[in-house]
Each structure stands twice: as structure tokens, then as C-alpha cells.
């Protein structure tokens, strides 16, 4: 089968065939519906090298940790799934037997550094291929719901609910605001979960107007960048400021933005992967503020996602690309000409709305 394998640090993924996986017992062959290409992909193959990855990330393997697909063979041992159904892939793989898994969390799995992998696409094998493994524990029921469009949530609505969903203490009073920073896919998630789980005023901002765009119809207030933009935040508070900024960028820009505006007994939460850095001292900060960062999310979570989405509460902006134009789809997400999220289908035709995607950006430096 055909497959994405990344095979060395600062290399580009290529394009290759490998042996179809054979399930073992308590797992699933699944022939993949949908696979997002995820900015984090970028940050294995463009940036990481042994020095600064964590161990279980070294390569090889096949990408792809934001997977859908539909069950084609069950292995040994396994009960109560059935051929031909759709789930999506719970990506982080912990330990299994500590506390932190036994909750779902394998995300923050006590057992991290004797583990060989962070989960599938992040250290084993992933769903940028045709087929893959699968252990029936993370599978998650999609039942009738498109599982071509769910595989974005797989990541980036995970990580959006969990940010949320950690924020709600926050939020669950009248007369609260949030603030969503950043309005690419996880920020236009989470600008809905905002909306389905909380009655909180939701202002948003991006540099990019049609994603303020599409935030606006979605329900959110959109605040405009500039020079007073903190003093806008503020006013649409009523002067209180915001109880819950969730940064989905991350630069010292931003963050600096979110503790300009952040309420007292507020809360900061910084998503986005920039690698930002700021000041935090009891003087410069409203009394209890808290600053935090989330990764990923959980198992249950999950579920609990899938649940909203079968609902058809949730909408999802995708680019379909076939499984043979995925090194292309990569080469649009280092430029940041991608809108919506890429999505890799291995099987059945795809057409790529050509209007959706701007192509000619410079690229970021990558060998190989
Ligand atoms: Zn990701
Ligand atoms: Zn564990």
C-alpha cells in the first residue's frame, strides 16, 4: 500500500510503499477514510532534530495522527466492532496502566520516558497511508456522520474542547467573555465549542479577515488588530476584562495581548505552538490570573466530541487532497496557503478545489 514516511530529521516526508499491517490481538485493520495534515507534521519533518524532539518522536514511521476510517478486519481477541463501521483514532498512546491512562489521559501518561512513542503518527506508525493498525480502545464511534470531515477533530477539535472544556469554571457564570486568538482550525473550533457549551460573550480576532469572517458567522464578536485593540477588548467587557483568552498562536505578541486584557480571576491559555515567551509576576498580573498551556486532549473527550459532531453541531472546513498529492498538501501548509485543513483521502477520487488553495508562497527551508 501507499504510504507518507517520514524517515529522518529535517527531511520531507516521502511518498512510499510498504506492507499492508496485519492487526494484532485487540486491534483493528482500518482502511482510512480521512488524514489530516497537521502543522505539527511540519514542525517533525522542518524543524525537530534529536537535540530539542522528544526521543519518542525520532523517526521512522508513517505520519498522520489526525485519522479516520472504517473498520475492514478485526484481530484476535476482538468483540463488539463490527466491519464497515466508521470511528475516528484516538492519536496518543500512553502506558495503558497508569492513572493517568486509566483516565483517558494517555496524553499525560505518568510513564512518558520509558515509552518508545507518543501515540500513532507521533513515534508509530500513522494514517497517512491507505490502511492502518489500530488498538480497538481507541477507536471513537462516528455511526452515520461523515468521516471524511471528522478527521480534523481528531487534533485540532480535540485540542480546542479540551482547552475549552478545562476553561469552563471560568465561563459558566452570566455576563462572562471569552477571547479566542488565532481563527485557523483549531480557533474556529473552538469559537463553536465556545458557543455549544457556554452562554459567554465570544470575541475573536486574526490577522486574516475571511477567517474573522467566518468566525462572525459562527457567532463570535470579532475585535480588529491595532494599536488600541486591548482597549477595544476591554470596553466590549464592560471594563472588566476577559475571563478565559485561549491563544491558539502564541507568540510573545500575543500572549502580551492576552495579559493585557485577561480579568481578575481570569484565565490564559496558551494553545498555539510559537514558542512565545513572556513576564509573569504578581505585580504586572490581575489578582488570581492564571497563565497555562494544554496539549491535546483525552480519550473521553473525545467521545464526547464525536458526540457534538454526530449531532451535527459542529462544522468543519476541509481541503480534500488524494493520498498521492500528499507532499503537496504538505508544501501548501509550510507556506500558509492552506485554508481550512488538508485532509488526505486514500481511497475514492478526490477534486481539489483549486480556488481554495493559493499557491507561489515562499517555503520554508527544508533538505531533502
Ligand atoms: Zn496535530
Ligand atoms: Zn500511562
Known sequence: MKAVRFDAWKTRPALVDVDRPVPGPG?????????????????????????????QLRPSYILGHEVTGWVEETGPGVVGIEPGTAHMVYAARGCGHCASCARGEDTLCDNVASMTSLGSGLGLDGGMAEYMTVPVRNLVPLEGADPIKAAPLVDAGLTAYHAVKLALPRLTSGGRTALVIGLGGVGQFAVQILGEMTAA????????????????????TVVE??????????????????????????????IRLAQSVVAVRGRITVV?????????????????????????GTLEELHELAALYRAGRLEVDITPFALEDALDAYARLETGTMLGRAVIVPHGTVTVDDAAVAADAEAVPVAG
Open 27 to 55: 486491534e483493528v485493520l482500518l482502511k482510512v477514510a480521512g488524514s489530516g495534515a497537521c502543522h505539527s507534521d511540519v514542525a517533525l519533518y522542518a524543524i525537530f532534530d534529536q537535540d530539542i524532539a522528544m526521543p
Open 201 to 220: 460573550t465570544v470575541l475573536a480576532t486574526d490577522i486574516k479577515a475571511e477567517a474573522c469572517d467566518l468566525a462572525a458567522e459562527r457567532g463570535a
Open 272 to 296: 498555539g505552538l510559537a514558542g512565545g515567551r513572556t513576564d509573569w509576576g504578581f505585580y504586572t498580573t490581575p489578582f488570581e490570573a492564571e497563565l497555562t498551556g494544554t496539549y491535546m
Open 225 to 254: 488588530g491595532g494599536e488600541d485593540q486591548a482597549a477595544r477588548i476591554r470596553e466590549l467587557t464592560g471594563g472588566r476584562g476577559v475571563d478565559a483568552v485561549f491563544d491558539l498562536v502564541g507568540t510573545e505578541d500575543t
